[in-house]
């Protein structure tokens, strides 16, 4: 089982809004990774996990904030966000190590920012 | 200079034929190379992997990988149109779990 589960799939939220993007893997992974992608552009890495613990914040706003609850759960909690936050945001796992390039992504939640 | 350059295309053939994707880098420590791919409104699905120079092949696509031109590619013979997608190829920014830093991506289209 390569699969990693997002949820919501569609979120819109206002800017003073807060609400949270949810991922799960259960294929024993101890690295998580947030991505951002915008349309037509690649992937960019926001955040890493390793064993539970923030590795990396590529020097994102602090808008957006990463939780890891379990080795199996990856949180992001988003408050008071602009429109251009709009994107598709990506969770992605994989073991640590040599073989943590194996990334496996899950499918995305759309975020609108009205 | 970007990391990894690569052609956004669109790169449009007809249906049977043989794809040829490529991306070119920089940084010489990068050691393992993936290819995703993309469907419009999906997440990344990786494809294949390789590491160091030469061949793999996986059914009907090969990664080829030339160090000593910092240039890899993907082959994809006998081409469908569920192929029309989004190629990513994509290298591991550091050591350990670092993340990726990906290509552009090429928008492939097979025509029926």
């Known amino acids: 089982d390569t699969e990693v589960t997002q949820t919501p799939k569609h979120l819109v939220m206002g800017m003073t809004n807060k609400k949270s993007l949810k991922c799960e893997q259960h294929m024993g992974h101890r690295a998580m990774y947030w991505y951002k992608q915008k349309a037509k552009k690649p992937p960019e890495l926001m955040f890493v996990y390793s064993y539970e613990k923030l590795s990396i914040n590529e020097s994102v706003p602090s808008r957006f904030s990463p939780e890891c609850p379990n080795s199996s759960l990856l949180n992001l909690h988003l408050h008071a966000l602009q429109p251009e936050d709009s994107a598709l945001y990506l969770c992605?796992?994989?073991?640590?190590?040599?073989?943590?390039?194996?990334?496996?992504f899950g499918p995305g939640t759309r975020l609108t920012v009205t | 200079q970007k990391e990894v350059e690569q052609d956004p295309g669109p790169l449009s053939v007809p249906e049977g034929a043989i794809v040829s994707l490529n991306c070119t880098y920089s940084?010489?420590?990068?050691?393992?190379f993936m290819w995703y791919r993309q469907y419009s409104r999906k997440g990344p699905e990786l494809l294949m992997y390789t590491y160091s120079s030469g061949n793999k092949e996986d059914g009907r696509f090969t990664a080829q990988v030339d160090k000593s031109s910092k240039y890899i590619s993907l082959f994809i013979r006998d081409s469908q149109p569920s192929d029309s997608a989004t190629y990513l190829c994509a290298m591991p920014s550091g050591g350990g779990a670092d993340g990726l830093t990906f290509g552009k991506g090429t928008h492939l289209i097979i025509q029926p």
């Open positions: 940084n010489s420590a990068f050691q393992y």
């Open positions: 992605a796992s994989s073991q640590e190590g040599l073989n943590s390039y194996e990334q496996y």
